[in-house]
């Protein structure tokens, strides 16, 4: 599934560990906060257990949306968006 994650942290040791999450789980960076890219359902669930724990419900904010390749397709970009062609369910792989 796609996901958008987007997140208001306070704790800079905090963003900085849910931010190495989204890359570990091979999401792409659309914005300092705010991730994109193709994640299994059980990649999402531990992922959202794992940002569970290092925010302040108190304090800080993270979203994860799910979305079909359809929306995606949709999605406007204004601006200096995001390439959509980064995003896919193709496995992208480099042989040197």
Do not use: H
């Not at 299994?40 to 302040?56: R, Y």
């Not at 995001?82 to 992208?92: G, H, I, S």
Request: with cysteine; net charge negative.
């Amino acid at each position: 599934m796609i996901v958008w994650i987007l997140y208001d942290i306070k704790n800079n040791k905090s963003r900085t560990k849910v931010s190495k999450l989204c890359k570990q789980a091979g999401l792409y960076r659309v914005q300092y906060s705010v991730f994109l890219g193709t994640i299994s359902s059980q990649e999402k669930e531990a992922l959202s257990l794992q940002i569970e724990e290092l925010i302040d419900e108190e304090t800080d904010k993270a979203y994860i949306f799910p979305m079909n390749k359809n929306e995606l397709q949709q999605t406007e970009l204004l601006g200096q968006a995001f390439d959509k062609k980064l995003v896919t369910d193709e496995v992208k792989a480099m042989f040197f």
